[in-house]
C-alpha cells in the first residue's frame, strides 16, 4: 500500500496508462510524487523505466522527423553553388518510422501497466540496465 491508501500495483499501473495517453505533465506528477514519497521498489523501477521509455522514444521520434529537415538544409546549401539533393520518399518514410516509434511505445507501455496491475515487473533489458544505473546512482547519495 501507498501512503494515500492506495495498492502500489494500481500506481504502477495508472503511471504506465498515464504515461501512453496523458504525456508527460501527467507523468511527471505521479513520478514526482512516488520518487519522493514512495519506499516500494516495484513501484519506483515502473515510474522510472515508464519515463525512460518516454524520454527514449521521443528522442527517437524527434531525430527521425529531423532528417527530412536536415536534408533540405543541405539541399539548400548546395543549392548555393547550383546543386540540389532530393529525396522525394524521405519524410514519408521517417514519418511511418516516427509512427512505428510511437506505436511501440504505447504497446510496451501498455504492456508495462497489465504486469504492473498484477504486481509483476516487465522487463525491458536495454531500458532495465538504464533504470539499474539510474538506481545505483541514487543510492550512493
Do not use: H, Q
Request: hydrophobic residues 55%; charged residues 15%.
Amino acid at each position: 500500500m501507498t501512503k494515500l491508501g492506495i495498492k502500489a500495483s494500481i500506481v504502477a499501473a495508472l503511471m504506465c496508462v498515464v504515461g501512453m495517453s496523458a504525456g508527460y505533465v501527467g507523468a511527471l506528477i505521479i513520478a514526482g510524487y512516488v520518487l519522493l514519497f514512495e519506499p516500494d521498489k516495484l513501484l519506483r523501477n515502473t515510474v522510472v523505466k515508464t519515463l525512460v521509455i518516454m524520454c527514449l522514444t521521443s528522442l527517437g521520434a524527434t531525430a527521425i522527423n529531423l532528417l527530412p529537415s536536415a536534408v533540405n538544409w543541405v539541399s539548400e546549401f548546395l543549392g548555393i553553388f547550383g546543386g540540389s539533393l532530393y529525396i522525394g520518399f524521405l519524410s514519408i518514410f521517417c514519418g511511418w518510422v516516427a509512427l512505428t516509434i510511437n506505436i511501440a511505445e504505447t504497446v510496451l507501455l501498455g504492456l508495462m501497466a497489465i504486469f504492473a496491475f498484477k504486481g509483476k515487473e516487465f522487463r525491458v533489458p536495454v531500458v532495465d540496465k538504464l533504470v539499474e544505473k539510474i538506481n545505483e546512482d541514487n543510492s550512493e547519495d
